[in-house]
Structure formats: structure tokens, C-alpha cells
């Protein structure tokens, strides 16, 4: 056990180097690779006109709310509109994550568990990964850590006998502001909410006296949330249809497929409901950890089991009794990981603090070390393994092979390819999409005659699949006789294919 903690002098020191570290990772190979379909819909939300059209067109195609998109509509006017400058705003978020993550847990656990906590968080690949990405999940990691810090804050006011009036207005201010934010941000901050409650409940002789407020407190945001109710129902409507079919065909169990979009609560419904059952069997719960004496080399055991697992993940996917529940290795974007990534910090602390507590010296460095290795060697394979369509390098052959202004027709035709080859470079005749989406994931589709009229329209055309609902040889059967191949490449993610007549 490691009991004695370190200086306010080093450990600012620390956190400053600690801080540092998480920027050049963050920063690292940013702009490398281009944006991807999930991204390409975000710059697309941003590139809109005004904040209203914004706000319109999230309501037909996300599942979250405008707060995330609006910031960034305003940030590209400010910043541009590179790779590099749209990605930069999750970096600062994740940047702060690291810092606040340090200073929240400082108070309960110390210096040393808080800078382990947030080195941990500062390596971790999964967090790079999503610090380095044009989504909300950077921003609403940190404002998740932004309302539990306001919470903990605001518990400790209402809990404390000497505290001020002053202190106590100033907490709630800030529990307020950093709610509303994280609700305007993401859905799933209400179950955030829920958590808060609990610990509420659990410390019920400390903090009954105010439960009243924490209702209250409650209400009265809900009335700040109104223009969110609108685009909520909305969404769900849009959202939900078709979404069973789609999911069938992905491969998952028709019991869960029929629950359309509230599959996604599922894993938040599970941790929930297991957590309100200790709260229930709160004494029982806690007569039972009092009796548990977890050894040590049983921790270490888990470490070692949770390394091998992250290595694992990193290289492959997992598959368990026929359900895809990894369809691809963490070191893409996934929905598994990406929706519950703001619960992360709680192993990072977790992990800090056992470590510093439960073993020896030397056994807490090597269990320390081999997280540490862990984490280079997923960021290590997260960085020199492909995961987003070469779309960049693919527009640049194009353009490379061709002579005036090529036409391009694509399959799969979505908004995001769309606008990813439009963001690469606008100088195209035109891109004709050969299949398409009429709702949220519902492919339609050129018949057979009409692909072979279309290849019939233009003397000179390129052919790009991705993720193609149709292989190569059907379209290859629709090119006209008198047509012939020039030129093919492949890139990651893409397949091009240069027609012209013979």
C-alpha cells in the first residue's frame, strides 16, 4: 500500500506534463486520415446558413441534441474548415477532460490516485480516438465530468455544517449550468441525473434536509428543456421507423431488434436497474463488502484479464453466442464504446485507486506499467491502422486520371459520400447516386434499365463503391458493350473504377 501522497508543488508539476502529453496525443496524426461517415454528417449540420436550418436538418438524421452542432457552426466560421480545425475543438475538450478529471477527485482520493486517474485517461486509445473525432463525445465526456464535479460540489455544501450562503447559491448555479449543458448536448446526461439521485438516496441521513431543492432544482430546469421536447418527439419519429428492419439485418436477435432505438438505453437500463437494487438492499450490500477482503493478486488477476481483453479488442472483433457485439476492433468508432465513453473515468479511478491501496510498491508499479503498456500499444495500433475511408486520397486519383470535370456515380449514395467528396473537392460535373436513403437507413435504389441509362448519359464516368449495397459485377453486367474499363484503384474503405467509350 502507497500511503503517503505528494506535494501541491509536484503534483501541479505533474499534472502540467500529464496535460502536455494528452495534447500531443491528441494532436498527433489528427488531420491523417479523413472524415468519415458520422463526421461528414456533423460538417454538414455545420456548414449550414443559420443556426434555425441547423437545428432543422439534426432533427431528420441524429438522435442527440443541437448544442454539440450549433457550437460547432460557430466554430468553423471562426476557425475554418479543415480536417484539422473542425477536429481540434473535441482535442480541447478531451484536453480538459484530463485537467478536471485531476481536480475532482483530488478531495476523496488525493494527489497521487487523481494524477494517475487522469494519465490514465490522458493515454487511454479510446479517448484519443474520440478527442481526435467530429462528434459530440469529446465534449459531452467532459461535461459529464463538468455535472458530477458540480454535484459532489453541491453535496459537500448541503452536507457541510460551516458552509456559506454564498457557497451554497454558487453550487447550485453551477450544478444548474453544467446540467442544462450536458442535457443540451446528449440525451443520455438524464442518466446522470439518475446516478445523482441515487447517491442521494444512498446518503439519505446526510442529505434528506434537501431533497426538497434537489426536486425543485430538477423542475425548473425541465422548463429551460422545453424547446428540446419538440425535436425529441421528432426525432423519435423519424428515428425509430424502420429501425427494427435495419437491425434484423445487421445481425441482431429479432428480441432486441424489435425494441428499435431503445436498444441503445439497454446497457443504461441494465447498470440502472443493478444499481437500484442496492439501493434496496442497501444494508445487505453493505454488510457484504464490509466482509469481503478482495486479495491482492485477485485485483491483479483482473488487471491482467482487462489488458489481455483491450489488446484483444484492439486487434479483432467479438462475437459471443452468435451477437456481434464488437462488429469491428475498438480502434474504429463504435457505438458500444462511443455511448457509454462518459462513464470511462470511473475505471481510470477505480484502477488508481486499488492499485495505490491494495498492492505493494512494487506490485502497484507493475500493474501500473502494464496499463500504461496497454494503452501505447492499442494508441500505437490506433495510429498506424486505417479506419476511415480514404476519401481525400481518392478524390486526388480521380482528379489525377481525368481530363476537365469527371462525373461520378455512386453506390452507396448517402448524404455523408456525398458530401464527402464535395468537401475534398467541388470541381465534379456531377455525382449521380446509384442507391440512396429515403429515411433514416432505408436504401432505394436505381432499377437495373435505369443504372444502364444512366452509364449511357456520360462518354467518360467514374464508378465508386463504398460500403456498396451492390457488388462490382452487377454494375459491370449494366456498363453498355461499347464502354470500357481504364482504370481501376482500390483505397481503404473504396473502390474506383474509370469507364469511357470505346
Not at 25 to 45: C, F, Q
Not at 54 to 69: D, K, L, N, R
Not at 131 to 143: D, W
Not at 207 to 213: A, E, L, V
Request: glycine content about 4%; hydrophobic content about 50%.
Amino acid at each position: 500500500m502507497i500511503s503517503k501522497d505528494i506535494s501541491s508543488r509536484k503534483a501541479l508539476f505533474a499534472l502540467l506534463l500529464i496535460t502536455l502529453l494528452a495534447f500531443s496525443l491528441r494532436t498527433y496524426s489528427l488531420d491523417t486520415e479523413s472524415i468519415w461517415v458520422d463526421e461528414a454528417y456533423s460538417l454538414r449540420y455545420a456548414f449550414q446558413e443559420n443556426s434555425g436550418v441547423v437545428m432543422s436538418e439534426i432533427a431528420q438524421t441524429e438522435a442527440a441534441p443541437f448544442g454539440y452542432y450549433l457550437l460547432l457552426h460557430k466554430w468553423i466560421k471562426w476557425f475554418g474548415t479543415s480536417v484539422f480545425a473542425a477536429r481540434f475543438l473535441s482535442v480541447i475538450f478531451g484536453v480538459l477532460a484530463v485537467l478536471l478529471l485531476y481536480f475532482m477527485i483530488v478531495p476523496y482520493f488525493g494527489r497521487k490516485t487523481a494524477l494517475l486517474s487522469s494519465l490514465f485517461m490522458a493515454v487511454s486509445m479510446t479517448q484519443v480516438l474520440y478527442s481526435q473525432e467530429i462528434r459530440l463525445y469529446s465534449l459531452f465526456t467532459f461535461l459529464s465530468l463538468f455535472s458530477t464535479y458540480s454535484f459532489l460540489r453541491l453535496f459537500r455544501a448541503e452536507t457541510t455544517s460551516s458552509r456559506s450562503t454564498k457557497s451554497l447559491y454558487l453550487s447550485y448555479g453551477l450544478y444548474i449550468l453544467a446540467m442544462l449543458l450536458c442535457l443540451y448536448v446528449n440525451y443520455i446526461s438524464v442518466f446522470l441525473v439518475f446516478l445523482f439521485t441515487l447517491y442521494i438516496l444512498w446518503n439519505w441521513k446526510r442529505s434528506r434536509h434537501f431533497f426538497f431543492n434537489w426536486i425543485l432544482i430538477h423542475t425548473l430546469m425541465g422548463l429551460f428543456l422545453i424547446p428540446l421536447f419538440p425535436l425529441l418527439l421528432k426525432q423519435y419519429q423519424i428515428l425509430n421507423a424502420g429501425a427494427a428492419a435495419t437491425y434484423l439485418k445487421l445481425g441482431v436477435p429479432a428480441a432486441l431488434a424489435k425494441l428499435g432505438i431503445w436498444m441503445f438505453t439497454l446497457p443504461l437500463v441494465l447498470v440502472g436497474g443493478l444499481l437500484a437494487l442496492t439501493l434496496v438492499f442497501r444494508k445487505k450490500v453493505e454488510s457484504s463488502i464490509r466482509r469481503i477482503k478482495m486479495p491482492s493478486w485477485l485485483f491483479f488477476v483482473a488487471i491482467l484479464v482487462f489488458s489481455a481483453s483491450y489488446v484483444y479488442l484492439t486487434l479483432s472483433p467479438l462475437t459471443i453466442f452468435g451477437i456481434p457485439l464488437f462488429r469491428v476492433p475498438i480502434t474504429n468508432s463504435y457505438f458500444l464504446v462511443r455511448h457509454s465513453l462518459f462513464l470511462a473515468p470511473v475505471i481510470y479511478v477505480l484502477f488508481s485507486y486499488l492499485s495505490l491501496k491494495m498492492f505493494s510498491k512494487k506490485l502497484a508499479v507493475i500493474s501500473i506499467l502494464l496499463i500504461l503498456l496497454t494503452s501505447l500499444f492499442s494508441l500505437g495500433v490506433y495510429y498506424v491502422t486505417p479506419t476511415k475511408m480514404e476519401w481525400e486520397e481518392a478524390v486526388s486519383y480521380i482528379h489525377e486520371q481525368s481530363e476537365g470535370t469527371p462525373s461520378i456515380f455512386l453506390d452507396s449514395g448517402g448524404i455523408a459520400n456525398s458530401f464527402s467528396i464535395n468537401y475534398y473537392d467541388q470541381g465534379f460535373s456531377g455525382i449521380h447516386n446509384l442507391t440512396w436513403t429515403t429515411g433514416w437507413r432505408q436504401a432505394a435504389e436505381l432499377s437495373p434499365q435505369e443504372v444502364a441509362a444512366a452509364f449511357s448519359s456520360e462518354e467518360k464516368f467514374w464508378l465508386l463503391l463504398s460500403k456498396n449495397s451492390r457488388p462490382y459485377d452487377y454494375y459491370q453486367e449494366k456498363v453498355p458493350l461499347n464502354y470500357r474499363l481504364e482504370d481501376s484503384e482500390e483505397f481503404y474503405g473504396l473502390s474506383l473504377y474509370k469507364y469511357s467509350v470505346d
